[in-house]
Every structure is written in C-alpha cells, then in structure tokens.
C-alpha cells in the first residue's frame, strides 16, 4: 500500500478532538443546509433498543431527519453473525428493530431502512474495497480488537478481521457524507476514509465524471454522555440492566426498583464518587430536559426513593406515545413489509448505480 495511515493512531487525544471539532463544523453546516447531507448509520440487530441508544443516538437521528437530512439506515444483520451469539431469530430482530426505528419517529416515506444481506451490489462491494486494505492495518483496528476480546477467546473469524471494509461499504455504497456514531466507531469512520480515498487514487473517476467515486465521510458525535445499566455497569442486554423501549411502565418501574444506588441519603450528582446515583440524576435530566443538578437538588433528602420514583414516571411519559405507536405498528405487520419493501428497493437501485461507476472506473465494463 503506497500511503501509510495508522488508524490506531485515530483513537489518540489529538484526533479524537479533531473528530469532535469537524463534527461541530458538520452541525453547524447542517443547520445552514441540510439538503447538502446525506446520513448513513445504524445497528446490529441483537436485540431490542433500549434507553441508552434512544439518547445516545435515536433522537438525534429523529432530529437529523426532521432538520431535512436524507437518511439511511442499515440493519447490519450481516454484521451480527462476525462475533456474537444473539437471542432470538435473526428475523425477528430486524423486524423488531425496523419497529423501533418506526416507533420512535423515523419516517419510511423519507427515510431509507434495509437489512445489508437484502443488498446484493453493496455486498459485493467488499471484493474491491478489501483489496485496497492490508490484513496488519485490519489487526491494528482498536474496534476489532475490542470485539475480538469481547467474544470470550473464540478464533478471530474473517469476517470479523473485516468487517470494518463491510462497514465502509455500508457507509459508500450510498455515498454518505454523514454518520452518526459514537466515539468507539472512529476508527471505522477512518478505515472508511482510506477505503475511499485509495479507491480513487488506484482507479480515479469514471470517464466524464466530475467527482470521485466516493465522498470523505465524516463521524458528526453524540453529545449524550454514555449511560450506565440499572446496576451501574455499561448498558447492556445481556446483563439485564436496560430500560427499553418495548418495555411496558411495569416493567420499567420494577427494573428501576433494583437499580444500584448507594448508602447515602441526601442526593447529590457526583459523578466521580456516586456514579451509580449520577446515571439515575442523568436519566432522569434527559428525560425532562432539566439540569442534573438541579433535579439533585429538588429530591435531597428525599433519598433513593423518590429519585428511583421520578425518573421512572418521567422515562415512562417520555416513552408513553413511542410505546402506543409501537403497540400499533406490532398489530399491523403491513407496516414493517410496507417500510422494509421500500428500504430494499431504494438501497438496490443506489447500489446497483453504485457498482457500475466502480466497475467503469476499474475498467471492468465488457459489453
Ligand atoms: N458497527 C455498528 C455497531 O456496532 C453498526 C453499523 C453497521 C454501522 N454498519 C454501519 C454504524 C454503518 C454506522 C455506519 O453498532
């Protein structure tokens, strides 16, 4: 490979403020001119979407759409099947994700949703994209490397190694310039980049054509801070410390009756030495739109109690009309047809298109 780009290196302070300053740049432009935009972004579909992605990314992706962002969203369901053991049929996972997607306020007229597996041309995007990348700089990924550990000691399959390249063809395929992520997916939004820009240099544009191939996609962050489970480690289905949105106000009532606090009564946010009670302060601040210490105050000497009280009647109003709607599109599997038929069918003809400029640029064109 002629250029050298540590992408290790793209997880150190420097790049990482650099990221945050571009993405600031990227919101400000956005604002000026939406239709400028074009978000790519999405999930696994491992199972049900909980509180922790509804602040962490769902309602800025509403928000995106809203402020006239042309969105797609892929259910990497390819993705799920490099590492982890799931629960569940995969179909009913998508389904059950595309039904979050719905409930929460993403648009199927507007927005685009599909399963990558539906996607033939995107896949086979991978043949090019993984011959401009090197199996070292695949081992170097701080992202792999993450999942490869996480997945208890099992052999490190090929997919995984490169799923980063699947990633990148999720994110060209449609020609994103947009992705909104999270700070661990930087080092893909990296990989991304390299992916486009040796692309462009190995094989430049297609005849005619004024613009390379690919666009430089760009990471815009989410401000949410992280937060914990209910028993104040990360938030994570498999610990049975999330709230989500499929839950009924029962449900989410009981699992915030357990929820980890501490001995000391009076409450106070303090982040750095009662944690477990600042992720409830934080919940509960996001959920009214106040200031988490404010709300400290307001409860005091009230105790675990009544913080535990408060923020599962604000949780369950906030996600009251996301659940009615969801109870609805659950009674109509039309609507998920309806929204996936269209999803599909727009992300082929993309890809299709996609394809044959890739396939012009590599002078692979025979007829
Ligand atoms: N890898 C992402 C995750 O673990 C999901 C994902 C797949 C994604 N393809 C993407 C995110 C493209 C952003 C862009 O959550």
């Not at 399963?115 to 041309?121: A, D, G, R, Y």
């Not at 700070?183 to 005849?207: C, I, M, N, S």
Request: include cysteine.
């Amino acid at each position: 490979m002629s250029e050298t780009v540590n992408l290790e290196s793209s997880m150190d302070a420097a790049s990482l403020r650099r990221a945050e300053e571009i993405s600031a740049e990227v919101k400000e432009a956005i604002a000026e001119d939406a239709s400028r935009f074009r978000m790519l972004t999405g999930d696994r579909p491992t199972g049900r979407l909980h509180l922790g992605h509804y602040f962490g990314s769902l309602k800025n992706r509403v928000a995106l759409q809203e402020a006239g962002v042309d969105s797609w969203l892929v259910i990497a369901d390819y993705q799920v099947i490099t590492d982890r053991d799931s629960v569940g049929e995969m179909q009913d996972r998508v389904r059950g994700l595309a039904t979050d997607y719905l409930a929460v306020g993403i648009d199927p007229e507007t927005a685009t949703i599909f399963p990558h597996s539906q996607i033939p041309e995107l896949n086979e995007l991978m043949l090019p994209f993984l011959s401009l990348v090197t199996d070292a700089e695949l081992r170097r990924n701080p992202t792999v490397k993450s999942e490869y550990e996480a997945s208890g000691g099992r052999p490190m399959s090929g997919l995984l190694l490169t799923y980063p390249v699947h990633q990148a063809a999720d994110i060209l395929f449609c020609k994103a310039n947009i992705v909104p992520v999270g700070k661990d997916q930087l080092p893909h939004l990296e990989q991304t980049r390299v992916v486009a820009q040796r692309f462009d240099k190995r094989y430049g544009r297609p005849k005619g054509a004024k613009r390379p191939v690919f666009p430089r996609p760009q990471a815009l962050l989410s401000e949410t801070p992280s937060l914990l489970g209910t028993d104040g480690q990360k938030m994570s289905k498999s610990r049975g410390n999330t709230i989500e949105i499929a839950m009924t106000p029962d449900e989410t009532a009981k699992r915030l009756k357990k929820a980890v606090t501490d001995s000391e009564r009076h409450i106070t946010y303090d982040p750095a030495h009662r944690p477990e009670v600042a992720n409830l302060l934080e919940i509960l601040a996001l959920a009214t739109g106040r200031d988490p210490n404010a709300v400290a105050e307001d409860i005091g000497n009230g105790g675990a109690g009544t913080l535990k009280a408060q923020v599962t009647e604000a949780v369950n109003e906030m996600f009251a009309p996301i659940r009615a709607r969801r109870t609805e599109i659950e009674a109509d599997p039309a609507i998920i047809d309806n929204a996936l038929a269209r999803g599909i069918e727009r992300a082929r003809d993309q890809a299709a298109d996609t394809l044959r400029e890739v396939h012009e640029a590599m002078s692979m064109t025979y007829l």
